[in-house]
């Protein structure tokens, strides 16, 4: 997971300054919708609803904007769209799995996107249950390290239910089970050390190390998904060293 989350955390900041912004702000926006629909309006008592907020306001979303979405989601407020969870598989350059989510209000549109994204980018569509089976659901906290070492981080969270610490770089990646999450996050809270992000994602088992030139296929299809309404993560089983990503 670490090379894939150090590429999406480098590729993200980048994000936040470019025209892809707008993208990622609706991205954040429905997330929060869905959040307090499935879970209810109180972030307090839906820990997915206050970690969908709380990366919100890091990518620096309007607060009206949070603050309507969760009224959308908690029906306090008309105009929510019925999202449907629908995802999608499919293969990259090189043999790499790649899984797609989407939050839909029309699935004919999202396969359309989708296909149309991985045909012309140089991935294939794949069956259901081809690649879903290399990924599991796991807890992802990105943690800014400051003065903490790993070892630090470690004794913070081990005992929270933390799988695992890897470093990226500039930040931390703690893995857990997703049902852990939630105490990952309040031991680090509680010891006064901010996160980045929290959120539950898919973590392949088996990564596939890419060179230079299947890395920038891999990224292009991956950003053209991305690009899609309807989608909101793509998850891929790759490894890329630090050289590679600084070359791509």
Not at 32 to 43: K, S
Not at 108 to 123: C, L, Q, Y
Request: glycine share 8%.
């Amino acid at each position: 997971m670490s090379g894939h989350s150090k590429w999406a955390t480098t590729k993200h900041k980048k994000a936040a300054l470019d025209a892809k912004r707008g993208k990622l702000f609706a991205k954040l926006i429905k997330n929060i919708e869905v959040a307090a629909r499935t879970g209810g309006g109180d972030a307090d008592a839906n820990p997915t609803l206050y970690d969908a907020v709380q990366k919100a306001r890091k990518n620096s979303v309007p607060l009206d904007n949070i603050e309507r979405a969760r009224k959308r989601g908690a029906g306090e407020e008309a105009g929510g769209a019925d999202w449907q969870n629908i995802n999608y598989e499919g293969y990259g350059p090189n043999g790499v799995a790649v899984f797609v989510e989407c939050l839909t209000d029309n699935r004919n549109r999202a396969a359309s996107e989708v296909r149309t994204a991985m045909t012309r980018n140089g991935g294939t569509m794949a069956d259901a249950g081809s690649v879903a089976y290399l990924f599991n659901r796991k807890g992802v906290l990105i943690l800014p390290k400051g003065e903490l070492s790993e070892d630090d981080v470690l004794m913070l969270v081990l005992d929270a239910g933390a799988e695992e610490v890897n470093d990226l770089g500039e930040n931390y990646e703690i893995v857990s089970e997703p049902a852990d999450l939630v105490n990952v996050r309040k031991a680090l809270q509680e010891a006064g050390h901010d996160y980045e992000s929290a959120d539950v994602n898919f973590v392949a088992s088996v990564n596939v190390s890419l060179e230079a030139e299947d890395a920038r296929k891999l990224f292009k299809l991956i950003d053209a998904l991305e690009d899609c309404d309807d989608v909101q993560n793509v998850w891929a089983n790759f490894d890329v060293s630090d050289e590679v990503l600084a070359e791509v």
